[in-house]
C-alpha cells in the first residue's frame, strides 16, 4: 500500500483530437502496465467502439500506473463540449492537471472549459505540448498562448509558473526543449513525479466523495471517487449522505440526510486496462467501492459513527440544454430487425442510462410509449441513439430542441455557445455570413498561421444544430470548429430550419428506377432503387418550399408494342445518403427519424397523407 506521499493524482485535459488518449497508450506502455500481448493497443483507454470509431473520448476513466516506488492515477477526461459533465466532476478526485496542447493549434476552446473549472479549484497545472513533430508546429509560441490563456482566466501566481515538456505521442519521444535531444516517454513520467503534488489528506474517519458513477450487472451500482481522509475495507459499514434537492430561489438549503447504511461488498482499484480486487485502500488513492442500493454524483461515502462523520459540500452537474422525444417504432417495418421493440424495454434502457450518465434526464412524454430525454448537446443524444441501437432497440426520435427557460423578468432565454472556428481565409467570409443569419455575432477574428483565419463567434445552441457537416463542406473539410456552453441570453424568435420541403411516398411497395427516374427531376432522393418503402416515408427533398406526395413503385408496363423509348437507359444520381446526426439536423417537428440496427428511415410522424391535410388545413384556418 502507497503512502500518500508515494501517490499522485492527475486528469488529463486536451482539446479533441489534441493527442490525449494516444499520450496515456505512451505512458502505460512506457510504466509497463500493460500485460504481454496488451501492448500493440491502440487508443487503450477508449474502451467502447464508438470511442474507437469516432476517435473521441465519451467516458472518463480512471487507471493507474507504478513508476518507481510511486503510484499515478490517472484520469482520462473527455474532450467535446457535450461530455463536459464528466469532466467537471473528475477534478473533484485530482490535485493536478495534465494540459496537453497540440503544438500546431494551440489551446482550444475545451481546453479553455476545463482548464478554467482546474483554476478555480486551485489545482497545480503541468503542460504537455504534444505533436512537435507536426510540420508548421510552433511550440514556444503554443506555450506563450497558455501562458495567456491561464492569465486571462485568473490563474494565480503559482499556476502561472507551470512547467512545461514537449513531446511526440505518436513518435514516442519527450523532451525538456524542443531543440534538446529525444529522449524516452519516461521522461514524462518523471515530469509528473517530480512537479505533481502528492494528495492532501484530511484528519478523522473514512470518507469518500463519489465524482462518478457506474452500474454493473452483477455489482449493481459502482461509486468511483478519492478516499479523502481514513481507511476503508471490504466489510466496512459506511453511511451514504445525500444533500436535498436544490431550493428554490430564497429558500435555504436543508442539511443532508442519510439515504442508507451499507456494508462495502467490493473495493477495485485501478491497474493499467483493468480493475482489481483490493481488501482496504487508505487516504489519496482512487478507489471503486460497490455494495450500495442507491447512488448519486455528489453523495458522500463516511463512517457510519455520526461523531466521525465527514460531509463534503454539494456537487452540481451543468443542466442539459438540449431535448428529444424517444418513442417506440409505430412504422409499418416495427420488429423486423430490431430485438427490443417495446416500451418497456425502451424504458428500462433509458432508466439504466440514467443511472451511469449524470448529464441526462429522462421523463415521461405526453403518451405512455414516449419519453423526453434532456441532454447536454447534439452529440451526447447522438451517441445514446448509436449505442442503443447497436444493442437491438428499434425506436422514433424527434428533431434536437434546445431547452427554454424564464429569467427574473419573465422575458424567454435560449442557450447561447462561444464558438470557435479555424479555417482557410478563403472560406471565413461564407462562414461569418451564414452564421450572422443564423443569429451569431462575431467577437474576434485574427490569424491563424500562414492562409488561415481563426473566428471566435458567439451564437444560439440551436443554430450550430447540423451545422458541423455544413460548415465542413463550405470549407471543403479544412475547417475545425469547436463549441462550448456560455450561459442563456435573449431568445431570438422562431427560426425556419428547412428551406425546402420532402417528397413522401403515397403508398407501400418497392422502389423501381423507372419511377425515380421520374422523380429525380422533382428534387434530391434518399432512397435508391429496389428499396422497401411505406406511406408517410420520406423519399428525398423537394425541389420546392411544399411538401409533395408522390409514388415511387409504379413500374413499367411491358407490352408487344415497341415504343419509341423502349431502349432508352435510365441514369439514377446516387442516393444521399445521411449519418445519424445528420439525419436528426433535417427532420422538422412534424417529422421523425426511425432507428434500428440496420437501418435510418425519414418519416412523417403522422403517416396518413389525409389526416396531414386536414390539421395543415386547420392550422392555416
Known sequence: MAAPQQIRNLAIIAHVDHGKTTLVDALLTSAGALDRGEGQIERAMDSGDLEKERGITITSKPTSVTYGDVRINLVDTPGHADFGGEVERVLNMVDAVLVVVDAFEGPMPQTRFVTEKAVALGLKILLVVNKIDRPGAEPHKTVDATFDLLAGIGASEEQLDFPVIFCSARERYAMSDPDDEKGPMSRILDFIVQYAPPPVVHEGGAALWVSTLDYDPFLGFVAIGRIRSGRISVGDRLAQLRHPPRPAHGETAGPPVVAEVFRVR??????????????????????????????????????????????????????????????????????????????????????????????????????????????RGELHLGVLIETMRREGYELCVSRPKVILRRDENDELEEPYENLIIQCDQDYSGSIIEKLSQRGGELRAMDSAGPGRTRLEMRTPTRSLIGYRSEMLTDTRGTGIMAATFAGYGPYLGPRKTRPRGVLIVMEPGETFAYSLGRLQDRGVLFIGDHVQVYAGQILGEHSRENDLVVNPCIAKKFTNI????????????????????????????????????????????????????????????
Open 266 to 375: 467490493r473495493l477495485l482499484g485501478f491497474q493499467g486496462l483493468r480493475r482489481f480486487e483490493r481488501e482496504y485502500a487508505e487516504a489519496g488513492d482512487l478507489v471503486a467501492i460497490a455494495g450500495m442500493e442507491t447512488l448519486q454524483v455528489g453523495d458522500t461515502l463516511t463512517t457510519e459513527d455520526p461523531t466521525t462523520r465527514h460531509v463534503f459540500p454539494r456537487l452540481d452537474v451543468d443542466p442539459p440544454t438540449m431535448t428529444m422525444r424517444f418513442r417506440v417504432n409505430d412504422g409499418p417495418f416495427a420488429g423486423r430487425e430490431g430485438k427490443w421493440v417495446t416500451s418497456r424495454k425502451l424504458a428500462e434502457r433509458l432508466e439504466r442510462e440514467v443511472r451511469s450518465n449524470v448529464a441526462l434526464r429522462v421523463s415521461p412524454g405526453e403518451t405512455a410509449e414516449e419519453f423526453e430525454v434532456a441532454g
Open 562 to 621: 415497341r415504343s419509341a423509348g423502349a431502349d432508352e437507359k435510365i441514369f439514377l444520381t446516387p442516393p444521399l445518403e445521411r449519418s445519424l446526426e445528420q439525419a436528426l439536423a433535417y427532420i422538422e417537428d412534424d417529422e421523425l427519424l426511425e432507428v434500428t440496427p440496420k437501418s435510418l428511415r425519414l418519416r412523417k410522424r403522422d403517416l396518413d397523407h389525409n389526416r396531414r391535410k386536414r390539421e395543415a388545413k386547420a392550422l392555416a384556418g
